[in-house]
């Protein structure tokens, strides 16, 4: 079910989808959701933290470096016990944006990165990931882009295909913003400072669990989070509050070290997935979160 609402969003935001006017440097987010179980009436209170900080330096007329830092925190059970477990993830982001000529322009990005319980790094804890996009702008309101993004996992290497669209109306109220099937949003302004909106987010990541009572272990998570939100801006739209209630579909599979399924492409296996998971599948529920977004103007 999750895989196919994975797809779903996929296939639907392709056929709405960056030359964009604006740069967020710093955006920290919180969300919460109570998560049930397909199997019982347990149920568990979800609650995460995303923090990212970008810093794009100009070398060169066609290069720009681009650094930046993300960290994540995500608290739940795992297994219907009373215990509360931290996935933590932390990651660099380094790369560059090269303008290639004819309005054609390349993002290529290093994304290296430690996901686990932090109870004690070692080798299970990191994974190296990359993201190559190809950009063509067609004009100051619209361009279209490509590419994919590769990581290594604790169940394998994931490979996602990239597609995107950045889109502003010529009344500047109305404008799409997407790397499918990562993120999207579509923002309406109803006034100078206010706005309304709809987002996509998601992610296929591992966090190995090192704790003495869970030593061995990663969780899969797999996570799709669609809402719809409420924005205004402060000091001439530089710092913007959202608030967003969704839907969110994120699922949490528990499973040995070293039990994989080799190459994974979106959510599916090519191999097939003969992995024997250790905890119980978790449902959809609503989820309400809030964002604050530090804006530039470029």
Do not use: C
Not at 138 to 143: E, I, P, Q, V
Not at 159 to 186: E, H
């Amino acid at each position: 079910m999750k895989k196919n609402i994975f797809l779903l969003a996929f296939i639907l935001f392709i056929s709405i989808l960056q030359a964009q006017d604006y740069l967020d440097i710093a955006k920290v987010s919180y969300g919460n959701v109570t998560l049930g179980n397909v199997d019982n009436d347990i149920e568990t209170d979800v609650s995460n933290v995303n923090a990212e900080v970008y810093f794009p330096v100009p070398i060169a007329s066609d290069i720009v470096l681009i650094s930046g830092f993300t960290y994540e925190n995500t608290r739940l059970s795992l297994n219907n016990s009373i215990s509360r477990t931290n996935l933590i993830m932390t990651r660099l982001n380094v790369g560059a944006k090269i303008d290639h000529g004819n309005k054609w322009s390349g993002t290529y990005v290093a994304l290296p990165k430690f996901a686990s319980d932090f109870n004690g790094l070692g080798a299970n804890d990191f994974q190296m990931g990359g993201l190559a996009l190809l950009e063509k702008k067609y004009s100051s309101s619209y361009s279209f882009k490509f590419g994919t993004y590769i990581s290594s996992e604790n169940f394998g290497t994931t490979i996602t295909p990239l597609i995107g669209v950045w889109y502003k109306s010529k009344s500047k109220k109305f404008y799409i913003n997407a790397t499918l099937p990562i993120r999207a949003d579509a923002n309406y302004s109803l006034t100078d400072h206010f706005s309304i909106g709809a987002n996509l987010l998601s992610s296929i990541k591992s966090y190995h669990i090192s704790s003495p009572a869970s030593r061995g272990f990663y969780v899969q998570e797999e996570s799709v989070r669609f809402s719809a939100f409420a924005a205004y801006g402060f000091l001439d739209d530089s710092l913007i509050v959202r608030g967003r209630v969704g839907l969110d579909t994120t699922d949490y599979g528990l499973y040995a070290q070293g039990d994989e399924v080799g190459v994974q492409i979106l959510t599916f296996q090519v191999g097939g997935d003969d992995r024997t998971r250790l905890n119980s599948e978790f449902e959809a529920a609503p989820f309400v979160g809030v964002d604050l977004i530090f804006r530039i103007d470029i």
